[in-house]
T-cell receptor, first 115, second 115 residues
Framework: DAKTTQPPSMDCAEGRAANLPCNHS???????VYWYRQIHSQGPQYIIH???NNETNEMASLIITEDRKSSTLILPHATLRDTAVYYC????????????????FGTGTQLKVEL | DAGVIQSPRHEVTEMGQEVTLRCKPI?????LFWYRQTMMRGLELLIY????????DSGMPEDRFSAKMPNASFSTLKIQPSEPRDSAVYFC?????????????FGSGTRLTVV
């Protein structure tokens, strides 16, 4: 699976949009971008994933650049409860041969949302 | 759905004792994963199963660790004998092959302390 690079920490004011970047310059054509977050003392939580098109769900939006070498997770109106470590993971979609089905977590970005 | 259920939530044991961690995956999920999380090493994948069969145990640190999945609704991770360096939070996760909508679902973890 392709390696990802994320800033170790970011701050965001409550109510503002939080934009979390991720670089994955060695991504392959069949690899998806996944985002998870881990709130203190809890298990990681799935947020969103995408291949090449921008994606949006009830939690966040995912913007993937045209060359797919980087992406941005957007929390449109961050709240204190969004304070967490955010992990960007690149891996082959499950069901494709040879890719396995395991997620490898890096060190992520510690997002701190403040008043 | 009750989600992924892990027990116990906390375990304190003495060095040399046997420790058994338990996990009940989400009904219908065909993949089960065991992760370990420490401050120094982050989230590490220990082993994962597909349809109750171990697929990749390359992350299991040593022979003191063993994992089983006797049926689709139950898995155990055993450490015998336990050592202080095994102190960590152990997470279990499950997923459904091909169902990318929600990704992995993690349990709340078991915090293990070996004294």
């Amino acid at each position: 699976d392709a390696k990802t690079t994320q800033p170790p920490s970011m701050d965001c004011a409550e109510g503002r949009a939080a934009n979390l970047p991720c670089n994955h310059s060695t991504i392959s054509g069949n690899e998806y971008v996944y985002w998870y977050r881990q709130i203190h003392s809890q298990g990681p939580q799935y947020i969103i994933h995408g291949l090449k098109n921008n994606e949006t769900n009830e939690m966040a939006s995912l913007i993937i650049t045209e060359d797919r070498k980087s992406s941005t997770l957007i929390l449109p109106h961050a709240t204190l409860r969004d304070t967490a470590v955010y992990y960007c993971i690149v891996r082959v979609r499950s069901g494709l041969t040879g890719g396995g089905n395991k997620l490898t977590f890096g060190t992520g970005t510690q997002l701190k949302v403040e008043l | 759905d009750a989600g992924v259920i892990q027990s116990p939530r906390h375990e304190v044991t003495e060095m040399g004792q046997e420790v058994t961690l338990r996990c009940k995956p989400i009904s219908g999920h065909d993949y089960l994963f065991w992760y370990r999380q420490t401050m120094m090493r982050g989230l590490e994948l220990l082993i994962y199963f597909n349809n109750n069969v171990p697929i990749d145990d390359s992350g299991m640190p040593e022979d003191r660790f063993s994992a089983k999945m006797p049926n689709a609704s139950f898995s155990t991770l055993k450490i015998q004998p336990s050592e202080p360096r095994d102190s960590a939070v152990y997470f279990c996760a499950s997923s459904l092959e091909g169902a990318q909508v929600r990704g992995y679902t993690f349990g709340s973890g078991t915090r293990l302390t070996v004294v």
